[in-house]
């Protein structure tokens, strides 16, 4: 069946410095969202992502869709204490936008001041 | 717009019994999914509802799992003869029709001793 991987699992970074996670499907996506999860918190949508190649940013954050729409990226630029949670990537097979949503693992961020 | 709500939002259960949770969707939202999370994983899909439909159910619940919708507002999802290994956050979300983007509640977390 579906898989959907994130790399790395866990990452540690300095206030400032960039962070990105990988998101990886084992088949063709019709589209891949991204939430955040803050610790003791539930899943929050930020962004979906439908078309091939597709950028799209949202304040220091980037987010892609690989041209054969089966992997994904988030970069946020110059992170700030308020980045830490948990970020999932979130895939859907077929070409209709309804469906059972796969999730990653999901990339812990956590963030030194 | 009041958001998703989940009860109750902590279960502690013996082996063996059954137990019931109960999820409201945001007013008008036609489809309700239920996930389950361990620590430390993503959302792991547990099955679908579109309206009072249940259009998928994931291949790795046991019959011991049984879900309904039976308006096509709240749902209900039932464990019998809970297991130790169903100990999880069990988040139920829903989304608008015409939209992708899931919504989640704060969760039902079931402890079995």
């Known amino acids: 069946g579906q898989q959907v991987m994130q790399i790395p699992q866990y990452q540690h970074v300095q206030e400032g410095e960039d962070f990105t996670t990988y998101c990886n499907s084992s088949?063709?996506?019709?589209?891949i969202q991204w939430y955040k999860q803050r610790p003791g918190g539930h899943p929050v949508f930020l962004i979906q992502?439908?078309?091939?190649?597709e950028v799209k940013k949202q304040k220091r954050l980037t987010f892609q869709f690989g041209e054969a729409k089966k992997n994904s990226s988030l970069h946020i630029t110059a992170t700030q204490t308020t980045d830490v949670g948990t970020y999932f990537c979130?895939?859907?097979?077929?070409?209709?936008?309804?469906?059972?949503?796969?999730f990653g693992q999901g990339t812990t961020l956590q963030v030194k001041p | 717009d009041t958001g998703v709500s989940q009860d109750p939002r902590h279960k502690i259960t013996k082996r063996g019994q059954n137990v019931t949770f109960r999820c409201d969707p945001i007013?008008?939202?036609?489809?309700l999914y239920w996930y389950r999370q361990t620590l430390g994983q993503g959302p792991e899909f547990l099955t679908y509802?579109?309206?009072?439909?249940?259009?998928?159910k994931s291949r790795l619940l046991s019959d011991r799992f049984s879900a309904e919708r039976p308006k096509g507002s709240f749902s209900t999802l039932e464990i019998q003869r809970t297991e130790q290994g169903d100990s999880a956050m069990y988040l139920c979300a829903s989304v608008r029709s015409g939209s992708g983007e899931l919504f989640f509640g704060e969760g039902s977390r079931l402890t079995v001793l």
């Open positions: 088949t063709t996506l019709s589209n």
């Open positions: 509802f579109q309206n009072e439909a249940q259009l998928e």
């Open positions: 007013s008008e939202h036609n489809r």
């Open positions: 979130a895939g859907r097979e077929g070409s209709s936008n309804t469906g059972k949503l796969i």
């Open positions: 992502l439908v078309k091939s190649g």
